[in-house]
């Protein structure tokens, strides 16, 4: 057993995404200065962005992993090679390409995760310094005020977030969480739902920065919708919140409109964990073990934890011999599915796993089931400039819907049908210059060359448009992480098993996501194109509408991991507490959207960093003393 007198560590934290990365940061740097090491899984953060951009560049699928290692195919140099087997990567993660198709996503060759449920977890991640959150958009909501209280007002069997956490004892961290990653918004576009700003020591507040300009699109449906009525509530477009820099910003640049902050930024003028993760290192109190998979958390008698055993590898995959990694206090943050794979796998002193007396570690996953649609506006607009989102509609993340159906908010994109179809304006440029229709805007299959071909992509791509719509999910023990007893990753662990699927609740959001969007699209005379692949395993069946039919949609992930070890006052219903220590073990903390009792609507990194700012804090003021 590894002695604790012989630490070098006060905390080791597991994973350097967002949350590891603030929770390293706010541990090292003075006052508290605390000596951290962190385990990654993946490959060390890069001294720049060169090669990862080469990677994008080069990739014929532009999806969110195509600029980070691991290499997504056999043969990175062929287009048409097969993805890489899971089963021979150290550090496997779900990819957008392995969901491509009706067999794929179930294929264990080419699926990380062995998906069990009745549809795909659509919702991606990375294992490299810096986390997923190096190919997430930015978008940086709050949480609303009633998102904490859903139990209590809306849905009387659903979970309930600690006595401790609600929206004004959380305010003064989403203060600090905003300017520690440079948010850009304004306060009084974000006054809605009850949102409120400059509580205690931060009246008068400001964003860091003033909100990112509003694109010609934003302006156009914004002058068409605002002051619509949609379930009784008057919509309008708003700026939405962004960790971008519209002014200079802790050494990032101002961004320059370029329409690729998924997956990654050619300018780094939006934050990711990498910025944190070297401010970090700065301090001289942070180590990093890259290329380290954790498969298991020791206890002592006492249920302390007393180190945790980790698989270290080579670039070529071999492994080194490690001695465990030992600290006074552990934080795990791993992500939603990786960190209940870890506290399950460590299993040989406690049969349920670490942390899992109240059954839960694993359950109630959640994301934001993501539903799209695309069409042409009337006149031009002019797409393809900006980032990929720079306004919203949030008016209808909450109202006594909630108790009938799901919250959702509604994404409008600056990114023409790029998302939509999987890879505009090429799709379309091929269908006119060869006469093909795979983007639905050739009807008559023409071929187009020189003056004709342009007026005709004038046509096209000046007008085309994007709403998303993310939908609140609905908390649920069936839809879970486990093991796979047999299939493992290229260090010989088990592979994380997914069952997930959508509830009544959920189906009932996404009807009325349609039924709005139906409205939005009707309202500013949009020619809808928006059409799915029947076969595609994301089609789901909504319930009945208004005329007792019953419509199908795709939804895709909004890749938003959440759930999965709950918090809560309640120690034989949730994981951990209010301060995310778990009730297990004293010295544990699991950090992250996995702590998240219900979803809400607003994309969870901002809530996430907050909630982990929060915890620090409280780790460095209440652990260490004597």
Not at 162 to 175: A, F, H, T
Not at 500 to 518: H, I, N, P, Q, V
Not at 591 to 607: E, Q
Request: net charge neutral.
């Amino acid at each position: 057993m590894a002695n604790l007198a012989e630490s070098k560590y006060d905390v080791v934290i597991v994973g350097s995404g967002i949350a590891g990365a603030l929770a390293a940061l706010r541990l090292a740097r003075p006052p508290h200065s605390k000596k951290v090491l962190v385990l990654e899984a993946g490959e060390p953060v890069p001294p720049n962005i060169n090669d990862e951009m080469d990677r994008f560049y080069r990739a014929t699928a532009k999806v969110p992993e195509s600029a980070y290692k691991p290499d997504l195919l056999q043969n990175p140099s062929d287009p048409n090679s097969a993805l890489r087997d899971p089963a021979t990567v150290p550090a496997g993660r779900p990819t957008v390409l392995s969901l491509a198709g009706a067999e794929t996503w179930r294929d264990s060759k080419q699926s990380y995760l062995i998906q069990t449920g009745v549809v795909p977890f659509g919702s991606t991640y990375e294992r490299i310094g810096g986390g997923t959150a190096l190919h997430w958009l930015g978008t940086s909501l709050r949480f609303l005020p009633n998102d904490f209280h859903i139990k209590e007002k809306y849905q009387p069997d659903w979970p309930k977030w600690p006595s401790e956490i609600d929206y004004d004892s959380l305010e003064n961290w989403y203060c600090q969480a905003e300017r520690e990653i440079g948010v850009s918004a304004s306060v009084e576009d974000q006054n809605y739902a009850g949102l409120t700003f400059g509580h205690g020591p931060e009246t008068g507040y400001a964003y860091p920065m003033p909100p990112i300009p509003r694109s010609l699109t934003d302006k156009f449906v914004a002058g068409a919708i605002d002051g619509m009525m949609i379930e009784g509530t008057e919509i309008k477009v708003r700026s939405t919140p962004a960790a971008r820099n519209s002014q200079p910003f802790k050494n990032r640049r101002v961004c320059a409109g370029n329409t690729n902050c998924i997956p990654i930024c050619p300018i780094q003028a939006k934050y990711d964990p990498t910025i944190t993760l070297r401010d970090a290192q700065a301090t001289g109190n942070v180590d990093f073990r890259y290329r380290s998979v954790a498969y298991n958390i020791a206890l002592d008698p006492q249920g302390r934890v007393t180190h945790i055993d980790y698989k270290q590898y080579n670039p070529d995959g071999s492994i080194v011999p490690t001695s465990p990694a030992v600290g006074k206090v552990y934080i795990i943050a791993a992500n939603a599915i990786e960190t209940p794979r870890l506290l399950l796998m460590s299993n040989t002193q406690l049969p349920e796993g670490i942390a899992n007396k109240s059954g839960q570690v694993g359950r109630n996953l959640m994301d934001h089931p993501f539903y799209v649609i695309w069409g042409l506006l009337p006149q031009p607009t002019y797409p393809y400039r900006g980032p990929l989102s720079t306004s919203g509609i949030e008016d209808l993340r909450d109202g006594n819907f909630r108790k009938e159906h799901a919250a959702f908010r509604v994404e409008m994109g600056n990114d023409g049908w790029n998302f939509a179809i999987g890879g505009d304006p090429n799709i379309t440029t091929v269908d006119f210059v060869n006469g093909l229709n795979n983007s639905q805007a050739n009807p008559t299959n023409g071929t187009f060359f020189g003056n004709e071909l342009i007026q005709q992509l004038r046509e096209v791509l000046t007008r085309q448009f994007r709403l998303g719509f993310l939908i609140e999910q609905q908390p649920e023990e069936k839809n879970r992480v486990t093991l796979s007893e047999r299939y493992k990753d290229g260090v010989g662990l088990p592979r994380p098993e997914v069952y997930y699927s959508l509830s009544d609740y959920t189906l009932e959001g996404l009807a009325a996501a349609k039924r709005t969007g139906d409205a939005i699209f009707a309202r500013l005379n949009v020619r809808d194109f928006t059409k799915y692949d029947e076969n595609d395993p994301s089609v789901v069946e909504l319930p009945p509408n208004a005329i007792g039919r019953r419509e199908r949609i795709r939804i895709m992930g909004a890749g938003h991991i959440i759930g999965t070890h709950r918090m809560g006052d309640d120690r034989t219903t949730s994981v951990v507490n209010a301060n995310q220590r778990t009730h297990d073990h004293e010295n544990l903390y699991l950090i992250g959207s996995g702590s998240f009792p219900t979803s809400a609507t607003a994309n969870p990194t901002l809530t996430l960093a907050a909630l982990t700012l929060r915890t620090a804090e409280w780790i460095a003021n209440n652990e260490f003393k004597a």
